[in-house]
């Protein structure tokens, strides 16, 4: 009887809410308790999950789906996204450069230079679990498009006369299309790009980004800055003097 | 005329945007390029703040305030900040505690434990440059309310037998309405209570909350969690096991 009035308020609230207001996720916690009416909203999720106090997550919530589509396919995310560049600008022309080439500006590629959401908008806005045969047929066709703020933020770094390192956790036999998906959308120099090498297989996307941070910095540069989609790709040591956090509501490596 | 021009865009702009979707900052660039209409919307503003990519702002741009206050007068910020707060018990919950009690959860104090909202509230929602005279009148009357999140937290971590450390850059002139105030809105017990003494004034929030930190390891705690509203209270050395980052869309320290 209890659980019935439970069910009906949970139903009711579920009503009264608004279509981008879901409440996640109902479910029991790990005790048993009844504890069904302390959901979250997909607006909370997503301020949890962006600001890294939600981790490890798998999959975006079945029930959040509605909302996240609806943060790509609004003007939200490339306002958010413009936010972070333009900020990412702010703070790099402000920097004298040494003129000896040593001014590095980091960037990940997968959603932060060019953009994976052609892919997720087939497979649930991140709600399907991670497919990596599907993702990499993808991934092969080479056709990822820029990210157009971070383009802007690419094209001005450039001018500014820094360095452009790509810093990616695709593999030694997806170099060549990464590089021909990145020079046809615009992205069509850069001075080094790190590919995750099979004797890296072991480590983490984040462990193996320090290293190749650490290898940066042994060899003399200087990184002024790192720009990513991932918390994993701004953490840890030789992270440099700034870091700048683009959003991404899809998933969490 | 092409000011003119400008300016219209501008109008049509500003007009067909939603009442919460304003443009901010319509400001000329340092470099004096016509880029006015690369503004972003005050949800990228809150973006990008509680992300820390834009930091040491000193107010809430005022184009912003109805937008913030909405933040807070809805179900918003309540929701964020239990998203974090239900996050921080799934995460500690699970922790195996040593019984020796020296595992330690700190939580800062304003605007973590208890809310200075009704401050904010009467100075336009952080639009207003920052009064520490008016604000300490606020701070002295003892009234502000415990963050209904957070002392559900509070009280669960309790149960589970964690050790409460309060840290906070309040001064000693402030203990005593401090934990007047405290314990009239619940928090009843804690295990230590740090304030910024007078040798420490030279010291930033973060600098001083660092050696604080550094202090309880030293003296053997084991920091298990830290959770705060700022950024500062959350990074450096000595940051324990995981941090928590509560929503705080009104000042940056």
Redesign the interface.
């Given at each position: 009887m209890k659980a019935f009035f439970l069910t009906l308020l949970l139903v009711a609230s579920a009503v009264s809410a608004s279509r981008f207001d879901l409440t996640y996720p109902l479910r029991l916690r790990s005790?048993g308790s009844e504890t069904l009416l302390?959901g979250?909203?997909c607006?909370?999720?997503r301020?949890?999950t962006?600001?890294?106090?939600?981790r490890d997550w798998k999959t975006v919530p079945t029930e959040c789906e509605e909302y996240i589509k609806s943060y790509y396919e609004t003007?939200?995310f490339q306002?958010?996204s413009?936010?972070?560049n333009?900020?990412?600008y702010f703070y790099a022309?402000e920097i004298p450069l040494a003129k000896d080439g040593r001014d590095v500006f980091i960037f990940d590629v997968d959603d932060t230079v060019i953009s994976n959401l052609p892919y997720y908008r087939e497979h649930g806005y991140g709600t399907e679990e991670y497919n990596a045969t599907e993702f990499d047929t993808w991934l092969e066709k080479g056709e990822a498009p820029a990210l157009p703020e971070t383009i802007k933020l690419y094209n001005k770094l450039l001018n500014l006369g820094f360095k452009i390192v790509f810093l990616t956790e695709r593999n030694a036999g997806h170099i060549k299309i990464t590089q021909q998906n990145l020079r046809n959308v615009g992205y069509t120099t850069w001075h080094k790009y790190f590919y995750k090498g099979s004797k890296y297989t072991g480590l983490t996307s984040g462990q193996y980004k320090e290293q190749m941070r650490k290898q940066l910095v042994s060899a003399g540069y200087r990184i002024r800055g790192i720009i990513g989609d991932q918390w994993s790709d701004l953490v840890g040591e030789a992270v440099g003097d700034r870091t700048?956090?683009l959003?991404n509501a899809l998933y969490y490596i």
């Open positions: 005790d302390e979250i909203t607006s909370a999720w301020y949890a962006s600001t890294n106090n939600i003007h939200k306002d958010h413009k936010a972070v333009r900020e990412a022309r700048f956090k959003p």
